[in-house]
């Protein structure tokens, strides 16, 4: 019920919008060619706004499209595309002024299957962090706030092993995780170069192992936790628990967490005079060595 | 058992045969000029370290030291400046913040954390940069080869 009152109001706010010239793109979300499911809807006409479709199988992350148009775009953004937008505005990627964002209220999405997709289980957001108008869910109950990454059963060093090998031989490098998200925005990806050549001429579980450990290192403290990445991929790689570390670390040691804050400098781009060294020689133990410390 | 399929992989049937080959990126202002510094001297250490001269640790992209995981070496280790005294005033304090989110990553994927090491030695300390040598030579020892030969086909 409050989806529909929130597509009413979206509406509303959409036509508004063209009418008064504030934007002459909107990004929303419409059926999908079943009738089921959603696809992202580029709306430039008054007629085409009433074809909007705003409910829980509206799991696209929307905000990558904005690079693309850059200016007289508006957005219909969850809590974590306008966390997207932020970190965009954060790396000069986009302008502020430039675009306008209608923040919704979210309270959780579903698949196909009825279940939560990645992402939103452990989602905590109810409200976007950015918008220039909020459209409200009058639903209280918030789907997510289940932490599943549950760290007093740690698996050991052989276990974490497997589990990573397990994943990554499912992929199959087809780069759907890295087109679906936010922040893989590089003219040329590291896998794509060859000054330097990543990869061996044969690709191989070695080569699957430098896609993703070298695209989580470049998303380490940028991860704006939508689960794009694992929605989009084909081979059902379960592969943000990798990240999901690197997030939780990162709001550990410098209490920063991507795309919460518009006027926060990302931690990576940034530095303290005290800044914890976990696990260096000489630093803070980090307790993972398994074995002896000597 | 993998430990046995890893050391038949890598050349060396016998553990007590096998040496362990880390590579290590110096900056070149503090940690290389210690490196030099101990070979100056004379001193000796673990002869099992491949460097890799860098003008500072904040060049280090952390795909290097992916890189040379997956390709086989069975350490790494990565010497910088100590904070405060980077001859580009700053680099190193970003390595630092890189290099703790790389190792935890690592951690998570299940490469042992003892192949993996930072630390920061500047240009006088040539014994101490042999003693790093060897206490980053002997943490490695004890994990044995890196497994990732074993798999990655």
Known sequence: MSFKNQREEIIAICKNLLDEGKANLILGFADGPTGEGSVPFFIRKKDEVDDIKWDDACTTNLAKYLLEKKEGAAIIAKPCDARAIVMYMAENQIDRSKIYIIGVECAGMKDKNGAPPPGCLECTLRTPPIFDILVKNDNSSVQGAVNTHDREEEPGFADKLARFQKEISKCILCYSCRQACYGCYCETCFMDRNMPNWLPNELDIGSKMMFHLGRTMHLAGRCVECGACERACPSSVKIRYLIKELTDFCEELYGYRAGINPDEIPALTAFDQNDREVGFLGGEDDGSCCGSKG | ?153
């Open chain 2, 1 to 153: 058992m993998d430990k046995q399929i890893a050391l038949q992989k890598s050349g060396s049937e016998d553990l007590k045969m096998w040496e362990p080959k880390i590579i290590a990126f110096l900056c070149n202002w503090c940690s290389y000029a210690g490196a030099d510094l101990a070979g100056t001297s004379r001193l000796q250490y673990s002869p099992n370290i491949r460097i890799i001269r860098l003008p500072c640790s904040g060049r280090i992209n952390p795909l290097y030291i992916i890189k040379a995981l997956v390709d086989g070496a069975d350490g790494v280790m990565v010497s910088g400046c100590h904070p405060g005294d980077c001859h580009y005033l700053t680099g190193n304090m970003y390595a630092r913040r890189r290099f703790t989110m790389l190792r935890r990553l690592l951690t998570t994927a299940g490469i042992e954390p003892e192949r993996v090491h930072f630390t920061w030695v500047s240009a006088s300390e040539g014994n101490r940069f042999a003693a790093v040598v060897e206490e980053v030579v002997n943490k490695v020892k004890k994990v044995g080869p890196n497994r990732i030969k074993e798999i990655s086909k």
